[in-house]
């Protein structure tokens, strides 16, 4: 594809995201607002991995560790300092920092794919129990306390930036939305930029790059602080706009589900996780309206069908099909008149 075909489509998509932003708080009730919120904050999550595995070919099964620390790191200032926007962004450098030394280890470690991510699944392990024993009054910081399995309630919700005044629920989906344009279209230019395209160099062929001078393990390390980043930056998101965090934001689920979006929705790209997550987690609303069949079982029908059929995704063979159809179209048609 061509540099201008590429954002294009690039802008086609960020125009579609931006009408979202404008009229949805317009058309639809309240509900309906907040549930689009939540599919905001967890595709924000979903881009910090499809980010760092399908352009840096880095494999996280425990990407639920950035997204609860940057829940707990955004909670615990938020409610010392009474603030959210400096909050907000000391979570994102926390998590981008906390992903820059778990990653030396790794990386300068020279650990395989298979290890990197049994790693982070077992840090996340690790951060999860952690948190879950700090029940007591003992277990604070400041003025915030950690409250074990119970969690942290009365997180501060977001705040118009460097003002007093809370976000409407109105207000909070613009907010994010804007923010999630503003990463989709950060990594587009970090992907197309040189960095990004050693990135996916070193995810094609790593002895390859390797030979042509590149310092591999840089270059991973900083794709892996950047997914940590963006991990983090979801969490908090997530505690601000359940005014709650628990340490089942570093459960296994929350690590599988993202896996499960990006899958779905097709590694290698950063429209598809986006589809994946608003797919699925709509899915899993109408079932759990029904009491038909137990919605968990029914969903897992659909993603065995999803990989059998559509093994590249959702977007992509979507993509693939629309592109040979109008090569049908235009194809000219045999025995017709010269």
């Not at 459960?251 to 779905?264: G, N, R, T």
Request: aromatic fraction near 14%; charged fraction near 10%.
């Amino acid at each position: 594809m061509s540099a201008l075909g590429y954002w294009r489509g690039v802008a086609l998509v960020a125009a579609v995201f931006l009408a979202i932003l404008l009229f949805v708080p317009a058309w639809f009730d309240l509900f309906e607002v907040l549930q689009m919120t939540q599919y905001i904050v967890l595709a924000i999550y979903a881009l910090s991995l499809a980010y760092i595995w399908g352009f840096g070919g880095i494999v996280s099964f425990g990407q639920a560790g950035f997204f609860g620390l940057g829940g707990y790191a955004f909670a615990v200032i938020s409610i010392n300092m009474g603030d959210t926007t400096v909050p907000f962004l000391l979570t994102i450098a926390l998590c981008f920092a906390f992903a820059a030394v778990l990653g030396y280890f790794m990386f300068y470690g020279r650990l395989s794919d298979v290890y990197l991510g049994v790693v982070t699944l077992v840090v996340t392990l690790i951060m999860w129990k952690l948190i879950s024993h700090t029940a007591g009054p003992e277990y604070a910081i400041g003025k915030a306390r950690l409250g074990g399995f119970n969690g942290i309630p009365s997180i501060p919700i977001m705040r118009v930036p460097f003002t007093d005044r809370e976000m409407d629920p109105g207000e909070m989906f613009q907010y994010f939305m804007g923010l999630l344009i503003f990463v989709y279209l950060l990594l587009h230019v970090l992907i197309r930029s040189k960095f990004g395209r050693i990135a996916i160099s070193i995810r094609e062929n790593e002895v390859r790059t390797g030979l042509l001078g590149y310092d591999i393990r840089r270059y991973k390390l900083l794709v892996f602080s950047i997914g940590g980043a963006l991990g983090g930056a979801s969490g908090a998101m997530w505690a601000t706009y359940q005014t709650f965090i628990d340490p089942n934001a570093f459960s296994l689920e929350m690590s599988a589900k993202c896996l499960i979006w990006v899958m779905a929705g097709g590694v290698g790209t950063l429209v598809g996780p986006i589809v994946g997550v608003v797919a699925l987690q709509y899915l899993s609303l109408k079932l759990g309206e029904t009491a038909f069949i137990n919605n968990l079982v029914i969903l897992g029908i659909v993603l065995v069908l999803l990989v059998l059929l559509m093994p590249r995704g959702i977007v992509p063979t979507l993509h693939d099909w629309l592109r040979k159809g109008v090569a049908l179209v235009r194809q000219p048609s045999r025995g017709g008149a010269p």
